[in-house]
């Protein structure tokens, strides 16, 4: 630091806001938690002017460390829920289905066909024909019983 330079309230918030706007461009919500430390930290220098850089510096990482330990607690806790938890997880969208065998299970291992693809299959040997029902999927394997 410049000898005897003393950042000012208005600094922090100039910080928060320049690393709020990176948050923006370059997602991953690290940025913003040290945004939001830095505009905290700029209201305590407000309200106490005497506190020195080095106080700041480090209520500065101390309040970034708590923001960001804090916001990845609370969303371990509170995962968001989506509407379509299979979107992208495109085998598990099959499960529960009836498919029927487009070549035969042997050793293990078949295909059927789902639309316009070919998906492999394992399960328990069945003829070509066969209907089975899909119960989960291991990657893009999907696991199968003979359909009653």
Known sequence: ??????PDFWHWWILGLLLIIAETLLP??????MGIAALVLGVVAW???????EWQL????????????????????????????????RAEQYIG?????ES???????????????????????DSGSRVRVTAADGVVLLVEPAE
Do not use: C
Not at 62 to 89: A, C, F, K, M, Y
Not at 97 to 101: E, G, H
């Open 1 to 6: 630091m410049i000898e005897g330079y003393q």
């Open 47 to 53: 309200l106490v002017p005497l506190l020195g850089w």
């Open 104 to 126: 035969p299970i042997q050793n293990g291992y078949g295909k059927v066909k789902v639309g316009d693809t070919l998906w492999r299959v394992s399960g328990t040997d069945a």
């Open 97 to 101: 289905r009836v498919l029927v065998l």
């Open 28 to 33: 991953g919500t690290f940025f913003l938690w």
């Open 58 to 89: 480090i209520l500065f990482a101390v309040l970034s460390l708590v923001s960001i330990v804090g916001w990845r607690t609370w969303h371990r806790r509170h995962p968001e829920e989506s509407e379509q938890p299979t979107l992208n997880r």
